[in-house]
């Protein structure tokens, strides 16, 4: 099979893979461990909002899908010339308000399942989640902007690493934003709501002249369509993780937990987001696409290196962060590679699945793979408790 690629398209490959997506996974990583850092200092306080544990996996998967769909989209657009590389251009301003739309509706659908099986708190965490999110969605849909237009304007595919920094700068800014929002809820509730309002101002400021088309509104009924629905199946990885979250609290892995789910949901993106932009450029024929399938090899080959690094900062942070020392959980080195693999090839296939169905696989391919990632990482992390 391998004799359909050329030599020099299986170098490119290699030379992707390791010089591009490999550091854009490391790079995520550490600013992974900078949010789980956050999440395993204050695990017991999140714990008394359990609304908000419940909440934590969707809402972090929920930005990752948004601004991973987004970043799709912006990549898409700038190969085919439909965008201009700048962060002036009039799809950047529309698309940040879009996000905001698309992200505020299924946090009420998450918020409610949360509701319904915590029944503590409530409505003071509905607040805290809605205002975290105003900030996160401003400062996400820029970053998406960013992290599509530089490296195309420097001659690199955004596809290979857009998605990787996006989703590690969710998850970076999700949790101190929601453990922000919840000291100052907790301490002044006047400088609470004075942020909240500002948040509100500038995104109507940004909003401001912005027109839009039908188009836009077919976009939002898609993406809004998925979303929804993945915010259910979030929901469940959200349960899983508060019903074990004391067994979860007492590892490591309650500073691995936004690194794990971060790290397989890039790798699935990734293959996601290249095989929409293969399909929109009709380049692949059958039902195997070669250089995908050889893509998905090396990820699986680096995967293993990568996960033992992942587990030996995670054992030495937990140690600095907790003062007690773990050990190594070699399972979780020898199969997190196979896991990996699992997600690549959903990817690919749900992205072909999508194509053939009517659906645009940049709208909606990223948002469901990272979801699907996060509860089969989420079960994972349980299984090799």
Same mark, same amino acid.
């Given at each position: ?10 170098? #490119? ?12 996974? /490391?790079?995520? +990583? ?6 789980? %850092?956050? +999440? ?12 908000? &544990? ?33 962060? *002036? ?27 319904? *099986? ?7 965490? &509905? ?22 237009? /530089? ?20 998850? !970076? ?12 809820? #907790? ?7 004075? !942020? ?44 899983? &993780?508060?019903? $074990?979250?004391? #067994? ?8 691995? $937990? ?5 790290? !397989? ?27 995908? &399938? ?9 995967? $293993?290196?990568?996960?033992? @690094?992942? +587990? ?7 140690? %600095?962060?907790?003062?007690? *020392?773990?050990?190594? $959980?070699?399972? @979780?080195?020898?199969?997190?590679? !196979?896991? =990996? ?5 959903? =990817? ?15 709208? /909606? ?21």
């Amino acid at each position: 099979m391998l004799r359909d690629v050329s030599k020099y398209e299986i170098r #490119e490959i290699i030379k992707e893979v390791t010089l591009v997506s490999l550091p854009g996974l /490391v790079f995520a +990583m550490f600013i992974d461990f900078f949010a789980g %850092i956050f +999440m395993g200092r204050y695990f017991h306080d999140l714990m008394r909002y359990g609304v908000l &544990l419940v909440i934590l996996p969707g809402l972090m998967g929920l930005r990752g899908n948004i601004f991973g769909a987004l970043a799709s989209r912006f990549t898409t657009m700038l190969h085919l010339g439909e965008m201009e590389p700048s962060i *002036k251009d009039r799809n950047v301003r529309k698309n940040v308000i879009i996000s905001i739309i698309l992200s505020m509706i299924p946090l009420f659908v998450l918020w409610l399942i949360g509701a319904l *099986k915590v029944r503590v708190n409530v409505f003071s965490s &509905l607040g805290i989640v809605v205002a975290s999110t105003i900030f996160a969605t401003l400062i996400l849909a820029y970053t998406t902007a960013l992290a599509t237009i /530089v490296p195309f304007k420097k001659g690199i595919d955004p596809d290979a690493i857009a998605v990787p920094i996006v989703t590690a700068t969710a998850d !970076l800014i999700t949790i101190p934003l929601l453990v922000t929002f919840l000291y100052v809820y #907790e301490h002044d509730m006047s400088i609470f709501f004075a !942020l909240f309002a500002v948040g509100i101002l500038i995104s109507i400021l940004i909003g401001r002249g912005v027109r839009y088309e039908r188009e836009d509104l077919t976009l939002v009924r898609e993406i809004l369509g998925v979303i929804g629905a993945l915010a259910v199946v979030s929901s469940v990885t959200g349960s899983i &993780l508060q019903t $074990y979250s004391e #067994e979860i609290g007492k590892t490591v892995f309650s500073i691995m $937990y936004p690194v794990v789910l971060a790290s !397989l949901g890039n790798i699935g993106s990734i293959i996601g987001s290249k095989t929409s932009t293969r399909v929109h450029l009709g380049e692949i024929e059958g039902l195997i696409d070669v250089k995908t &399938l050889l893509e998905m090899l090396l990820y699986v080959a680096i995967a $293993y290196p990568f996960s033992a @690094f992942m +587990m030996v900062v995670g054992v030495f942070l937990y140690s %600095i962060v907790k003062g007690v *020392k773990v050990g190594i $959980y070699g399972k @979780f080195i020898a199969l997190y590679p !196979l896991v =990996a693999l699992g997600v690549m090839i959903l =990817a690919y296939f749900l992205t072909r699945a999508f194509e053939r169905i009517g659906l645009d696989p940049d709208n /909606v391919t990223v948002p469901t793979i990272t979801t699907l990632s996060d509860v089969i990482s989420t079960l994972f992390i349980v299984a090799i408790i």
